[in-house]
């Protein structure tokens, strides 16, 4: 240490010196250190040092002829006074330019340059009745005994988090068992109806083997009354004769009806659609990891209980070249900030950059009506066409600003609108809402409405999968249903006439598009209640088809029957 510091460093008034006096700078002092004892570890000047040796005479005291030897025995510096760059030496200065703990070799390599370099005995000077100093040993007892609840209660935490993964443990086995006893039931069914038919088939042998033994009996007995013997009466003979030949014709019959039905045999077709749904579905359901906040400032993108207001409107136009208008009929946002919409009225999905610009189309030979995001940049689009009955639904992958179609999916039902929750899709034909794996085998129809041609227009599910939101576009209100298909609410507003899109957020917040009322609304999570009615046609909301809450922007994308859509900007 000693070997980098030959001579002393000017600033100001100030002498930074390579060593300083231990006692000097005890009492406030900065003054060089001419001599180092071994035994107390300490530096002295030349005042100083007369009255250590008064005092310890047996020590071994180095002047600077050995300073070279300081380095082999360094000042003991506490583990405070220890400079984090430099573990090595001893925080002595204050870089005033950076408000930094300086070392020596902090002051030589980083702060060289620097003007105003103290000394900390000067710097501390009066520091004992500073009152930020007087609140330090509190804040800090403070901040433990807060240090001290927070790893109680992750200790509580850790213990809870073991009897959750017991309890969703128990409830994975509960739906095996429940599973294995469905399979079991199928397995006995299938098995039954194979004894059944087993059964059956082995009577009709057995009744076959029997026949045959009586005919061939009968024969046998028949051929007697043919053999050579005494003369029997033409009578007799006639009346075996006549016996013979209709004996001979029922055991052709017989033979025929056997020889067509050489032997019986049972086949298996297997039910496929079992072993699809089942490896279609990865997972017993969906994990997901939630954190509970407490006495946390308000976020209103995570509180699902906030009802939002529009701070700022904005319009983007939509066109591509010459086309006369837009008919826009529903909006996603991607991930990356993408957004992808499906224009009926130029059969074209079109997808958007982050500030709104149309950058690529994909062509679709007839009038895409709804887009559902399902993973990362892919993306599924309903197509309909009446004239030739075509209903599908067409997967693409919006990647580095282009659209790629990869595949399609086909129905016997309208295709109107899609939604994408767990691996399985909530497909709406208008009156009624199917559930599909994602191969297209038809789950189950959860929902039906047949009372007017269009009230199962589109839906959404909640983050959690345990509600749906269907709008009825000719009933004029928002259904509400659990995971079950039971309805759960039914709201009916003045605001709400011919609603079209309905959105969720990931916090729970729901909103809803109206096409005749030209109405935006924020509806209550439960689908009971209307919040707030967020835009209305004075706001330039015309028509709206759908709609969708970037989280990104805190904006809603609201898209309908015209060549631009609003960007609402939420607060």
């Known amino acids: 240490m000693a070997s980098y510091f ?3 460093i000017h600033r100001g008034c100030d002498f930074v010196h390579d060593f300083s006096c231990s006692p000097c700078e005890e009492n406030g002092f900065n003054t060089e250190a001419h001599h180092y004892c071994t035994q107390c570890k300490k530096y002295y000047c030349q005042n100083c040092v ?46 005033c330019d950076h408000d930094q703990l300086c070392c020596h070799v902090c002051v030589a390599v980083d702060h060289r340059p620097c003007t105003k370099i103290q000394h900390i005995p000067e710097v501390a ?73 087993i059964a059956t088939l082995e009577k009709s042998i057995k009744k076959d083997i029997e026949t045959c033994d009586k005919m061939t009996i009968e024969l046998q007995n028949m051929i007697a009354a043919f053999k ?4 029997s009466s033409e009578s007799k003979s006639y009346i075996a004769y006549r016996k013979s030949q209709d004996m001979i014709s029922q ?41 509970v906040q407490t006495k946390q400032p308000h976020d209103p993108l995570t509180d699902p209980n906030h009802v939002f207001r529009v701070a700022e409107f904005k319009k983007y136009n939509l066109k591509i070249n010459d086309e ?49 995001h399902i993973a990362g ?33 086909s129905f016997t039902h309208e295709c109107i609108a899609a939604t994408h929750y767990a691996g399985q899709l909530y497909i709406a034909s208008g009156c009624a809402l199917y559930v599909y794996t994602m191969s297209g085998q038809k789950v189950k129809k959860l929902y039906e409405d ?76 439960d689908g009971g209640k209307k919040l707030a009615t967020l835009a209305r046609k004075k706001d330039g909301v015309h028509r709206p088809r759908a709609l969708f809450f970037s989280s990104r922007t805190s904006s809603l994308l609201v898209v309908g029957w015209h060549k631009t859509f609003t960007v609402m900007k939420l607060i």
Request: charge should be neutral.
């Open 228 to 231: 050579p013997k005494a003369k």
């Open 324 to 372: 006369e208008g837009c008919f826009i009929n529903s909006v996603c946002e991607l991930p990356d900030g993408e957004v992808i919409i499906a224009d009926t009225f130029n059969c074209e999905v079109k997808l958007l950059d982050k500030e709104y610009r149309v950058i690529d189309h994909y062509d679709v030979d007839c009038n895409p009506w709804d887009v559902c």
């Open 50 to 95: 007369s009255k250590h040796d008064g005092l310890y005479q047996k020590h071994a005291v180095l002047g600077r002829i050995d300073v070279e030897k300081w380095e082999a025995a360094p000042e003991v510096v506490d583990a405070i006074k220890r400079c984090d760059m430099h573990p090595e030496e001893a925080l002595k200065l204050v870089c």
């Open 125 to 197: 000077k009066g520091i004992h009745k500073n009152i930020e100093f007087q609140q330090i040993p509190k804040k800090i007892a403070e901040l433990h005994k807060q240090l001290e609840k927070m790893k109680e209660a992750r200790l509580v935490n850790t213990t809870s988090l073991k009897k959750t993964r017991a309890a969703i443990s128990d409830e994975i086995k509960r739906i095996r068992k429940q599973i294995n006893e469905i399979l079991d039931k199928i397995e006995k069914t299938t098995l039954q109806d194979l004894d059944r038919m």
């Open 377 to 409: 940049n892919e993306v599924a689009v309903c197509v309909n066409n009446y004239g030739d009955g075509k209903h599908e639904l067409h997967f693409i992958n919006a990647s580095k600003g282009k659209i790629v179609a990869t595949k399609k999916l």
């Open 450 to 525: 047949d009372s007017w041609n269009d009230t199962v227009q589109k839906c959404a599910i909640s983050n959690d999968g345990k509600t749906i939101y269907i709008t009825n576009y000719d009933g004029h209100e928002l259904i509400t249903l659990d995971n079950n298909g039971n309805k759960l609410a039914s709201l009916t507003d003045p605001d709400i006439l011919a609603p079209t899109g309905v959105h969720v957020t990931p916090a729970g917040q729901v909103f809803v598009c109206c096409f005749r009322s030209k109405t935006v609304l924020q509806v209550e999570k």
């Open 6 to 8: 030959k001579s002393s």
């Open 251 to 291: 055991a052709n019959d017989h033979i025929r009806d056997m020889s067509i039905k050489k032997c019986y045999n049972v086949t298996f077709q297997p039910n496929n659609i079992i072993a699809e749904r089942l490896t279609s579905v990865k997972k017993f359901g969906v994990l997901e990891e939630q954190i």
